[in-house]
């Protein structure tokens, strides 16, 4: 159902806050109100200025959903902001791509970060990118093809990825694992491709079935991770996890904590190369 007074008030803010730079417009020296004018954005987006200017009144027809988009794109409305315009429209909030391509710049920002364990995983849960430190304390030699390399099938199906973890914490990461999995679902539900692995996650995984029935949603931001390598023994490290707003990449980096050896222990890891560092899984 279309919320009138909030895609008015919405459209209005977002309108103000642009200048006719970003759109490509030229600047002038003769505006009074700061913005767009209610006339330029009804000529961005191919609809009529006395159809816009109702919007913003909050009166007349609700608009369609490919208005939505084209003033989500006139607007410059990043993709939660576009969900929300979609959702006060009262129109389907269209699901997002999966995010396989890593901006090159983000890839950079990677491997400048090579003294940290650092992987980038998209929020299917494929991991896309390791570096040789996450490699070495992974103990692992590659990334394999298809639901070898997935994060959350990794975790719930494969028993090797939870050796290293010590058991007082593994309930802990699972009820993460499922949570950040389950806000993944909450925006791209029709999506064929997460529709399919949270299936198959509850087909193969007791635990997981569990704990999504909870319904606990969240992505995950930041933690703690002890991790027993079979050549440095006990890491603790913090866990911090940047993500990407327009594809939903997550980049995850893992710090040494305060107050440990764990800082020391990477540095070995690092030493020992990751040739004598990797076993078989």
């Known amino acids: 159902m279309i919320d009138r007074p909030g895609l008015a008030e919405f459209l209005r803010r977002r309108r103000e806050e642009l200048s006719p730079s970003q759109v490509g417009l030229p600047e002038t020296s003769r505006r009074r109100t700061p913005g767009l004018r209610r006339e330029e954005v009804a000529v961005l987006a191919g609809v009529s200025s006395d159809f816009y200017a109702r919007l913003e009144q909050a009166r007349g027809s609700g608009p369609s959903e490919p208005v939505v988009a084209a003033l989500a794109r006139v607007l410059r409305c990043t993709p939660d902001e576009k969900d929300h315009l979609f959702r006060l429209a009262g129109v389907p909030i269209p699901p997002r791509q999966v995010g396989r391509h890593i901006d090159p710049g983000l890839l950079q920002l990677a491997a400048h970060l090579d003294n940290l364990p650092t992987l980038i995983y998209n929020d299917l849960g494929d991991v ?24 959350y099938w990794h975790w719930f199906t494969r028993q090797g990825s939870r050796d ?28 064929h491709q997460i529709t399919t692995l949270v299936n198959d996650l509850a ?11 909870r319904h606990d949603v ?24 940047l993500v990407t707003p327009d594809d939903g990449l997550r980049t995850r980096i893992l710090l040494p904590l305060e107050g440990t050896d764990a800082a020391e222990k990477l540095e070995l890891l690092r030493m020992l190369g990751t040739q004598q560092s990797r076993e078989p899984e």
């Open 164 to 191: 290293r973890i010590p058991e007082a914490d593994r309930a802990r990461l699972s009820a993460a694992h499922v949570s950040d999995l389950r806000a993944t679902y909450s925006r791209r539900a029709e999506d």
């Open 128 to 151: 896309l990118y390791t570096n040789a430190l996450d490699d070495a304390l992974a103990c692992r030699r590659e990334l394999r093809p298809g639901r070898n390399s997935n994060v």
């Open 218 to 241: 969240a992505v995950r931001r930041s933690d703690l991770k002890d991790v027993q390598h079979p050549s440095v023994g006990l890491i603790r490290l913090r866990c911090q996890v």
């Open 203 to 213: 087909t193969r995984s007791e635990e997981f079935r569990t704990l999504w029935d």
